[in-house]
């Protein structure tokens, strides 16, 4: 997965996955971001020159149209299928890469911005383990309101940043308090971060959290 790679297999996403950064066969420690709705695997990737530390690998797959699913994340699960459950796996496929060329899940983290940010939180929530790190830029756990959130397992310390407008258009406030209590509960040490009147965005406070998180990683 070194330079630009293209992991191929039953999955409708994933077809190319950019990465920046040390190689992931000489990484230490991986950052593996999901772009959002309408955007690309480059302009995730773009954050890395912000981020950018030594013996990190930063990975970012292309959703297929530019999309990881169909709908708005807050309406039902079915609605939003198979494309969810195919970029489910696909997270799987690449955390398992990863694992293989000796980054471990404790030295990788996940993030997202908007519906990456969605997609990334609820696969943590799914899959509760020790991450290195899990980033939430514009973005909440899946589902509707009253959907029921009984996960198994344990985020077991994992450091959780999520980072929101107080009045994004498209990320209810309510929605991200409500990701925000349900990771503490899944044992994730989360921070939230609501900047009044910013747009649809992430700005430079988000990026030195991360840049925080990345550099407690080798503490």
Same mark, same amino acid.
């Given at each position: 997965?070194?330079? @630009?790679?293209?992991?191929?297999?039953?999955?409708?996403?994933?077809?190319?996955?950019?990465?920046?950064?040390?190689?992931?066969?000489?990484?230490?420690?991986?950052?593996?971001?999901?772009?959002?709705?309408?955007?690309?695997? @480059?302009?995730?990737?773009?954050?890395?020159?912000?981020?950018? @530390?030594?013996?990190?690998?930063?990975?970012?797959? =292309?959703?297929?149209?530019?999309?990881?699913?169909?709908?708005?994340?807050?309406?039902?699960?079915?609605?939003?299928?198979?494309?969810?459950?195919?970029?489910?796996?696909?997270?799987?496929?690449?955390?398992?890469?990863? +694992? +293989?060329?000796?980054?471990?899940?404790?030295?990788?983290?996940?993030?997202?911005?908007?519906?990456?940010? &969605?997609? +990334?939180?609820?696969?943590?929530?799914?899959?509760?383990?020790?991450?290195?790190?899990?980033?939430?830029?514009?973005?909440?756990?899946?589902?509707?309101?009253?959907?029921?959130?009984?996960?198994?397992?344990?985020? +077991?310390?994992?450091?959780? &940043?999520?980072? &929101?407008?107080?009045?994004?258009?498209?990320?209810?406030?309510?929605?991200?308090?409500?990701?925000?209590?349900?990771?503490? =509960?899944?044992?994730?040490?989360?921070?939230?971060?609501?900047?009044?009147?910013?747009?649809?965005?992430?700005? @430079?406070?988000?990026?030195?959290?991360?840049?925080?998180?990345?550099?407690?990683?080798?503490?």
């Amino acid at each position: 997965m070194d330079g @630009q790679a293209q992991p191929r297999g039953a999955y409708r996403h994933g077809e190319m996955v950019l990465t920046a950064g040390e190689p992931l066969t000489r990484a230490q420690a991986a950052l593996l971001m999901l772009h959002g709705r309408g955007a690309t695997a @480059q302009d995730i990737l773009s954050f890395a020159s912000a981020l950018a @530390q030594s013996r990190v690998v930063f990975l970012a797959p =292309q959703a297929a149209g530019n999309s990881w699913y169909p709908n708005s994340f807050l309406d039902p699960i079915a609605s939003n299928e198979p494309q969810l459950s195919e970029a489910f796996a696909l997270l799987d496929t690449l955390l398992a890469q990863i +694992a +293989a060329a000796g980054v471990p899940l404790a030295r990788t983290i996940l993030l997202g911005f908007s519906q990456g940010a &969605c997609l +990334a939180l609820e696969y943590a929530a799914r899959h509760a383990r020790r991450y290195g790190g899990l980033v939430g830029w514009s973005g909440g756990l899946v589902g509707p309101k009253d959907m029921p959130r009984a996960y198994a397992g344990s985020l +077991a310390g994992t450091p959780a &940043c999520l980072g &929101c407008s107080d009045r994004d258009p498209y990320i209810p406030l309510a929605r991200v308090e409500m990701t925000a209590e349900v990771l503490r =509960q899944l044992g994730a040490e989360v921070t939230e971060r609501i900047y009044p009147g910013m747009d649809h965005t992430v700005n @430079q406070d988000e990026l030195d959290a991360v840049r925080a998180m990345m550099a407690a990683i080798d503490r």
